[in-house]
């Protein structure tokens, strides 16, 4: 066979077309994305430097974790699960601690995603329709998007779409490599995002509708399943005993303002958005053939019905509704969406055939190709400024909305790990997520700020101002007041430097946000180099000396 009309070739020239639509669109930025992208960014540069450091971070790995994240506080530890970490962590220890080494992390796990989801579609459809659905789940704006950011979705739909195929094939092949691969890629999702539980409800789904229940018996399985839990089990018990009450408030009251207990609106909230994760005319395509489906392929399209009900029964219970939990169910949207032309090429009906994908196509990549791509730069000026400028061994304080991203920067341009960094929203105030969850107030009036801050004694403070519109945050305004009344002749701050914002990001363009560097003018002999922190969602303090 030619290499031409291999498969394989044909699914490189479609990922080769999505590769040219994002890097039409690809912004270079700092770290911003749902403000989770700093903590996933230096997460990854933690792995990188606790490498680094073997073996030496094995004899106390607990006190080497607690200090490194009181040096640098913005680590996503136990809060999300290790393993994308670990993989970023050793790519940065190759290339460096830069965020676009976790971009470029992300993006492989973008194509490994995509040429699963062709094998995903070639269960029911098509070759030709399957490479349909590659380009199709590849546009959708939730994909597309996330592909580009260092967030954990993609690598998470990687290992789901993977281990949701590999089951496929052992329910028909028997294979015991495919037992083996099924269990061990859950094991991995879930090990990189929590959501990665939708497989087990996908399994057991899949099981009763296919009246193999007595696979769950056979010995491939039994070995396969035991050490898919030898893999995940210790994390998930040391991840209940430090984070119950951070897990528990996240799936029983949420994590930002407008999240509810589960309540009628659960139950279409994920159809409701559904244009929103994959674009008007994927969303219409999916319809038709839906309603196709449901009349003439129900039996060959068991694994996309048992992949949307398992994304919708495990997402719609839980507080926290957000779209993005919808990922794991665009593979089986698109198979939906590919199924009339596949019906029509077969009917001959060829024309309409290529008119309906081509249309869907073209549609899908205008609306995501004009979809708004957001930079932001800033972070990284203000801390080059700060670590070039810096003559004592005194902390920084930073504070803003984007506070993780500073604290990012102060460690990327401190190769020798001296600077420490604390952060207004931990010693100043505090929050689980948002102000509307678990916040509480270490200083109510300037006098008690100016009184932390002589504790902490930070050489330079570095802070968001004015602070962004779209969430207002007492604890940081009032630093804001008490360091702009406190700064001048005399006084006991001098502003040093003022970077604006450079972004296209309406958060900010429409404060006129800025970062204003403050340099304490005098030094504190008495000053505490004793660092504490409560950890709400931990419902605990940790310290470390600095």
């Known amino acids: 066979m030619s290499v031409f009309h291999r498969p394989a070739f044909h699914v490189a020239g479609v990922l080769v077309v999505l590769l040219a639509a994002h890097l039409l669109t690809a912004r270079h930025s700092e770290p911003f994305f749902n403000n989770d992208e700093t903590k996933h960014t230096l997460t990854g540069v933690f792995f990188a430097d606790a490498i680094h450091d073997l073996p030496g971070c094995l004899t106390d790995p607990k006190g080497y974790a607690v200090r490194y994240y009181c040096q640098y506080p913005a680590l996503g530890l136990v809060t999300w699960p290790p393993l994308f970490y670990l993989l970023e962590g050793l790519a940065m220890l190759i290339f460096g601690p830069h965020f676009l080494v976790g971009r470029l992390c992300v993006a492989v796990f973008a194509a490994a995603a995509l040429v699963y989801v062709y094998r995903f579609a070639r269960l029911m ?72 539980v939708i497989l087990l409800p996908y399994y057991i789904l899949r099981l009763l509708q296919t009246w193999n229940l007595r696979l769950l018996l056979r010995r491939p399985v039994l070995a396969s399943a035991s050490l898919a839990l030898i893999l995940t089990v210790p994390y998930y018990v040391i991840t209940i005993v430090l984070y119950r009450e951070g897990l528990t408030t996240s799936v029983t009251q949420g994590t930002g303002p407008t ?19 994959a674009g008007w005319p994927l969303v219409a395509a999916a319809l038709g053939g839906l309603v196709l489906t449901m009349a003439c392929f129900r039996r060959e399209s068991g694994p996309a019905f048992g992949l949307m009900l398992a994304v919708y029964l495990t997402f719609s219970p839980l ?176 502003v040093v430097n003022t970077i604006p914002l450079r972004t296209n990001y309406d958060r900010y363009t429409e404060p006129g946000a800025t970062l204003i560097v403050y340099r304490k003018r005098y030094r504190n002999p008495a000053s505490t180099n004793q660092i504490q922190i409560e950890l709400i969602g931990l419902g605990r303090s940790i310290g470390a000396a600095r």
Not at 159 to 177: D, M, N, P, W
Not at 376 to 397: C, Q
Request: aromatic share 14%.
């Open 259 to 277: 999240d509810t207990p589960f309540g009628p609106g659960h139950l279409i909230y994920y159809f409701a958005t559904l244009p929103e994760q």
């Open 125 to 196: 459809i098509g070759h030709a329709f399957a490479l349909l659905a590659i380009l199709w789940v590849g546009l959708t704006p939730l994909v597309f998007v996330f592909s580009q950011r260092v967030m954990l979705e993609v690598p998470t739909l990687a290992f789901v779409i993977a281990a949701v195929f590999h089951f496929e094939v052992y329910l028909t092949g028997s294979r015991r490599r495919d037992a083996l691969l099924a269990c061990l890629l859950a094991a991995a999702a879930v090990l990189t995002r929590f959501d990665g």
């Open 319 to 494: 507080a926290e509704l957000d779209w993005r939990h919808a990922i794991y169910w665009l593979p089986a949207v698109a198979v939906c969406a590919a199924r009339p032309v596949d019906w029509l090429w077969g009917k001959g009906w060829r024309w309409m055939a290529v008119g309906l994908a081509v249309t869907v196509s073209a549609t899908l990549m205008a609306g995501t190709l004009s979809l708004p791509f957001r930079y932001v730069f800033g972070y990284s000026d203000a801390m080059e400024w700060v670590a070039t400028h810096k003559t004592t061994d005194r902390p920084i304080l930073v504070d803003g909305d984007l506070a993780g991203s500073l604290v990012y920067h102060a460690r990327r341009h401190d190769s020798a790990r001296q600077i420490w960094v604390l952060r207004g929203d931990k010693v100043l105030y505090n929050q689980f997520s948002d102000p509307a969850t678990g916040y509480r107030q270490y200083a109510h009036t300037e006098a008690e700020v100016l009184e932390l801050l002589e504790k902490w004694d930070p050489e330079y403070v570095v802070v968001e101002d004015p602070q962004p519109n779209f969430r207002r945050v007492e604890g940081a305004e009032l630093l804001q007041r008490t360091l702009r009344a406190n700064a001048g002749v005399g006084m006991r701050f001098d």
